[in-house]
């Protein structure tokens, strides 16, 4: 199946540093690519959908100026979580389609800690 | 308002019997739907799938069924195995919709004991 390479797998920040993740299609074209959250003993919460070339789309109660996404190529997707607070601190993982009505690959996850 | 519902936040299965996990959607316009194993700190792996023009698909020894009155789904696992432990996330989209993201349930944590 295709393959979605997510980096860092973890990452330990200071309060108000910044953050860059890291999503890559290796072996296909994402045009689309998705940006989730999971809090411990939850479900995956969809963030954001990242478009290539063009402004990312946020879900309702996520700020777009503290979680910044560049999709700047058809392979490559940031999640940029800037001046981060413990509050932050969580799993975040990248999705990619070849198609819609097909599959979504997953990369592994970063979990993210703000100390 | 949860649009997709895995009730059981757990399940333990002796190995070699069958495992069943559901999930409930309220969303008529889904139509696509997708089952995915996670492990901790991992990424989901996708699993298996169904369209909605159908109401079972099998792939070795999982097997999903679609009910779309009920608009219920589940999940066998027959037999299960110890490796099969894990957490499972059932996801649905709706085609052409808000392109292609899924919605998932909370997951439902299964453990196959030896």
């Known amino acids: 199946g295709a393959v979605v390479s997510q980096h860092p797998s973890r990452v330990i920040c200071k309060s108000g540093t910044s953050v860059k993740i890291e999503c890559r299609s290796l072996d296909f074209q994402a045009t689309t690519m998705f940006w989730y959250r999971q809090f411990p003993k939850q479900s995956l919460m969809l963030m954001a959908t990242?478009?290539?070339?063009?402004?990312?789309?946020?879900e309702q109660g996520v700020e777009k100026d503290k979680f910044l996404i560049n999709h700047a190529s058809l392979t490559l997707s940031t999640l940029t979580v800037t001046s981060a607070h413990p509050e932050d601190s969580s799993f975040y993982i990248c999705?990619?389609?070849?198609?819609?009505?097909?599959?979504?690959?997953f990369g592994q996850g970063t979990r993210l800690t703000v100390v | 308002d949860q649009q997709v519902k895995q009730n059981s936040p757990s399940l333990s299965v002796q190995e070699g019997r069958i495992s069943i996990l559901n999930c409930d959607y309220t969303n008529s316009m889904f139509d696509y739907f997708l089952w995915y194993k996670k492990y901790p700190a991992e990424g989901p792996t996708f699993l298996i799938s169904?369209?909605?023009?159908?109401d079972k698909n099998e792939d070795g020894r999982f097997t999903v069924f679609l009910n779309k009155s009920a608009k219920h789904l589940s999940l066998h696992i027959v037999p299960s195995q110890p490796g099969d432990s894990a957490v499972y996330f059932c996801?649905?989209?709706?085609?052409?919709?808000?392109?292609?993201?899924?919605?998932f349930g909370k997951g439902t944590k299964l453990s196959v004991k030896p």
């Open positions: 996801a649905a989209s709706v085609v052409g919709g808000s392109q292609g993201n899924l919605i």
């Open positions: 999705s990619a389609r070849l198609r819609v009505n097909t599959e979504a690959f």
């Open positions: 990242s478009n290539e070339g063009s402004k990312a789309t946020y």
């Open positions: 169904i369209s909605s023009i159908k």
